[in-house]
């Protein structure tokens, strides 16, 4: 008989059971990995069909939108040309007549006859006042005849505080006294003084003319150069001006030309000339009276 060492019994029992446990845990890590595999397959399928899914469903609402908008637009073309061919009914509804707009009502300030300073064109006179329809909107405006340009113009009642009266007399004697003040320039660009005076004129102030004519008069030196630009603005303040005072004064336009030189030292020489030439009224009446 063989004897049995209790030893090797216990190793081989020991190395028995470590294996058997060895083997188990590897098994089951495979196992794990391959569900980790299937799940993650799985969740792409998942995804692929999703997206799939989606833009089915983007195509199908697109076709369906594109029927219905076909379907829509032939309706309107066959209703349009029904409408034309079809024969009005008495009993249809008749379409809904809108109220005229009306202009804002304010008091008109001036009358018909009256003379009236327009800042952009000068003095003008009211010759109408007419009620007219301009767009679908009733208008009562004032007719303006400006003489001197040969023009009309219409200005609303509304609109009227862009007008303003022709200056009282008191304002012709401070007017004066501007024309016979210095000029004062400014040394800037002439472009920009151009425009200043532009600006001048056409807001209509009588004593903003006044400035712009005494500014730019020369008198009777001809040794300073005068532009073409700076001659058309001293003429166009200067014929308002005269304008205005010939209708205030009531006086000849000769008169108040003769008014505004003296006051401005203009034409002197030709002033001069022309008493020169007249007769003299006291020695005649003297004679008369002989």
């Known amino acids: 008989m063989k004897k049995i060492s209790l030893i090797n019994t216990l190793k081989k029992t020991f190395k028995s059971k470590n294996s058997a446990n060895k083997k188990k845990t590897i098994k089951q890590k495979k196992i794990k990995s391959i569900s980790k595999i299937k799940k993650a ?3 792409v399928k998942v995804k692929k069909a999703k997206t799939v899914a989606k833009t089915k469903k983007s195509k199908i609402q697109k076709k ?26 008495s009993n249809e509804q008749k379409p809904e007549i809108k109220k005229v707009k009306k202009q804002e009502t304010e008091k008109k300030e001036y009358k018909i006859k009256d003379y009236v300073v327009y800042p952009k064109h000068g003095v003008g006179q009211i010759t109408e006042f007419k009620k007219m329809n301009i767009g679908g909107i009733d208008i009562e405006a ?12 219409m200005v609303p009642v509304n609109k009227q505080t862009h007008l303003r009266p022709l200056a009282t007399v008191n304002q012709v004697n401070k ?3 501007i024309l016979k003040s210095k000029p004062k320039i400014k040394r800037s660009m002439w472009s920009r003084r151009a425009q200043e005076y532009e600006a001048k004129i056409s807001s209509g102030k009588i004593y903003e003319l006044a400035e712009v004519v005494r500014d730019l008069n020369k008198g ?21 001006i005269l304008t205005e005072f010939q209708i205030i004064l009531n006086l000849s336009l000769e008169d108040t030309q003769k008014k505004l030189d003296k006051a401005l030292k203009r034409n002197l020489e030709k002033q001069a000339q022309k008493v020169e030439n007249k007769p003299p009224e006291e020695e005649i009446t003297e004679e008369i009276a002989k």
Do not use: H, W
């Not at 908008?69 to 409408?83: F, L, N, P, Q």
């Not at 030196?221 to 058309?232: A, I, K, T």
């Open 175 to 177: 007017c004066i006294s």
């Open 41 to 43: 397959k799985v969740a």
């Open 220 to 240: 009777d030196d001809l040794m300073v150069d005068q532009s073409y630009s700076e001659r058309q603005l001293f003429e166009k303040a200067y014929d308002r």
């Open 64 to 89: 369906i939108v594109k029927s219905v908008t076909g379907k829509i637009e032939k309706k309107d073309t066959s209703e349009a040309s029904s409408s034309l061919l079809r024969i009005p009914k």
């Open 142 to 153: 004032y007719i303006l005849k400006f003489e001197k340009d040969k023009a009309n113009g």
